[in-house]
């Protein structure tokens, strides 16, 4: 028999410990083809307003993934090749060599990956039409793709697949020469735990775990202030600190648990907590990678939805009317009777503001006085444009910036106020309160100068008081709101066409909402099919150590059988451990996105607390699916050792 046909029934022998691996690296294969296939969609591309930087997006999210697909294959292959440990042994104890052994492994490893190469590429052609069409609905566009197959996609998913066998067939070679037989024919072999950890050295890591992911934790609550040094602490405390968990902290618990019981754990927890405080110190390094990385993609897919979520709320923050012109009563006139021609309903408002210059003083800083720009805006005339506003006392002014919270912590710009706004008038100071910040706009951002509003006698004292100084002007805005969202798409069409320039800065709310939309359902895109990558990944890791684990205790399930018990009373003990297994990652890596979306959570001025929750409910339910898989498999397992 040669090398080839041996290789080629060795496979057929261990589909059934290959499939789930098999079909993961198909998926990922498959979304990187999608990805690389859309990243060259010209007719896509040319749908999506000119701003969104389509390319780059779909270019770093290929990037991402070939990582993501090299950890995995990685990972799996190892797992793999330490099941086999004792048949590569056998073959080099009945005289074959090391030369022979490593080819045969690197034959076997080619053909499976071409196979899931072909079915990768298949499939991901098959199915990118579908994934275009998602993407279209998150980005509201709508139009129909051609079906095409995207040769460069093709090329450069051989490219990776190239890659991972490269990699792969090094860890093999690797494996084959650095291991003596002794090493091969005991890689399954349990640790003793007879000896019970160093008392003290071990209680002083597990309590330091501790405090590191508890520091880390309360980093995120201002991480904003020093952002870069703060998010490299933060990260590199909750990292140790998870490993240090993994590593001493559940032994330590385990071991405390195994000594109060004085060594009568029972069937149930012999046949739960016994194999874990087996392999939780070996298990380490993957536990560890499993939870950040689990962290990682909920925070990831949890701010992608927060962004597109918010998208309308966060844009009407900024642009609170739908059109505004400063000053160009032509245009604007010009503009409503277009709107009156086509028939389209719509509310026309006039607010006549002040812009002035000032100092708005910080009490918490004297030294800090810089004169700025000030938009001094009647509260009575917003009013009647349907703004949802207090008009405030005569004297007092309130301060609206969309953007405050962008700017620092909302809490600590909070304890400047009240503080005082001071105005130079003709070699005089004079001075008003200002009361308090509102994060939102009262005007269009493209408005100039600081938004204060006023009552409107206030506005026209500083009028009076400022005329004739520098900078000082009167400025008109003519607002237009457009009820029916069909309608004000057509109205901005009309607007786009005719009064945008580049000469000035101009916004209107139907296209800045467009724009954000297709840049956050594009990001939410990339994040939703990264997150499944990272999900099917790390659930199939823990997948194939779990096999390897139920086919290292298929003599203790024989065993209990002599000792009558049955299929049932086992499978309480392995559920148990399963359970912890699974959601003991998941839960400390959900912890940990929480407190990451909240150290994020400045860069959202919406609530992230429902897209977050809906974001970790959909993980979490995929994620038991391949925890409902494995007690599957060890079911089979305990039914074959007890037949």
């Known amino acids: 028999m040669t090398v080839f046909e041996l290789a080629l029934r060795s496979m057929r022998q261990n589909v059934k410990h290959y499939y789930l691996y098999f079909f993961a690296l198909i998926f990922s294969m498959s979304l990187y083809f999608v990805f690389t296939s859309l990243q060259h969609d010209q007719a896509v591309q040319n749908m999506t307003h000119p701003s969104v930087d389509f390319f780059a997006g779909f270019q770093i999210g290929g990037v991402i993934l070939i990582v993501i697909v090299g950890i995995f294959t990685i990972s799996a292959n190892g797992i793999f090749l330490r099941r086999r440990s004792r048949e590569i042994g056998l073959y080099q104890l009945i005289g074959l060599s090391k030369g022979w052994v490593a080819r045969y492994l690197m034959i076997e490893n080619i053909l499976l990956g071409l196979g899931a190469l072909l079915a990768a590429i298949i499939c991901g052609a098959l199915i990118s039409r579908l994934f ?42 690797l494996k084959v020469y650095r291991s003596t037989l002794l090493n091969l024919f005991q890689a399954d072999k349990r640790p003793d735990l007879t000896k019970p950890p160093k008392a003290v050295a071990s209680a002083i890591f597990a309590l330091l775990g501790l405090v590191l992911i508890g520091y880390g934790y309360e980093l995120s609550g201002h991480i904003n202030k020093q952002l870069f040094l703060n998010a490299l602490l933060m990260l590199g405390s909750i990292v140790a600190g998870t490993y240090l968990l993994f590593r001493v902290t559940i032994r330590w618990c385990f071991y405390r648990f195994r000594k109060r019981k004085d060594g009568h754990l029972g069937l149930t927890n012999s046949l739960s907590m016994a194999p874990l405080m087996h392999h939780t110190k070996a298990n380490a390094n993957s536990l560890t990678l499993i939870t950040l990385l689990s962290a990682m993609t909920i925070t990831m897919i949890s701010m992608a939805y927060s962004f597109y979520y918010s998208v309308e709320q966060e844009t009407r923050r900024d642009l609170p009317y739908d059109f505004m012109f400063e000053n160009e009563p032509q245009e604007a006139l010009s503009f409503k009777k277009e709107l009156e021609k086509e028939g389209i309903d719509v509310k026309h408002h006039v607010v006549e503001a002040v812009l002035t210059m000032g100092i708005i003083l910080d009490p918490n800083d004297e030294s800090r006085k810089f004169e700025e720009s000030l938009l001094w805006l009647p509260a009575e005339q917003l009013k009647q444009t349907g703004a949802d506003l207090n008009i405030p006392p005569d004297g007092e002014a309130i301060l609206y910036n969309a953007g405050a919270s962008l700017a620092g912590d909302l809490d600590e710009q909070s304890k400047r ?104 359902g594009l990001l939410i895109f990339i994040a939703a099919f990264l997150g499944l990558v990272f999900l099917i990944s790390t659930g199939s890791i823990l997948y194939f150590k779990q096999m390897t684990e139920a086919e290292q205790e298929k003599q203790s399930f024989k065993t209990l059988r002599q000792l009558g018990f049955d299929v049932d009373m086992i499978m309480k003990g392995i559920i148990r ?13 959900m912890l940990h996105s929480i407190f990451a979306i909240e150290a994020a959570s400045f860069m959202i001025r919406s609530d992230t607390t429902f897209p977050a929750s809906i974001a970790m409910a959909i993980y979490t339910v995929i994620y038991l699916v391949f925890a409902l898989f494995t007690i599957g498999y060890y079911r089979n397992i305990v039914k074959k050792a007890m037949s």
């Open 132 to 173: 275009v069409l998602f993407l279209l609905n998150l980005l509201g566009l709508e139009g129909i793709v051609d079906i095409s197959f995207s040769v460069p996609a093709a090329f450069k998913t051989l490219m990776v697949y190239l890659l991972i066998i490269v990699i792969t067939s090094i860890q093999m070679m």
């Open 577 to 589: 451990k399963q359970a912890i297994v699974f959601l003991l990652p998941l839960s400390i890596g």
């Open 417 to 520: 106020y009240p503080t005082e706004i001071e105005l130079e008038q003709h070699g005089q100071t004079v001075m008003y309160t200002l009361r308090t910040l509102m994060e939102r706009n009262i005007m269009n951002l493209n408005a100039p100068g600081t938004q204060l509003l006023v009552s409107e006698a206030t506005m026209d004292k500083i009028a009076e008081q400022m005329a004739g100084t520098p900078d000082y002007k009167k400025i008109r805005f003519e607002t237009y709101q457009v009820p029916d969202k069909e309608e004000l798409a057509i109205a901005s069409s009309l607007y786009n066409a005719k009064y945008v320039s580049d000469e000035r800065l101009t916004y209107d709310f139907y296209t800045q909402y467009k724009v954000v939309l297709q840049t956050t």
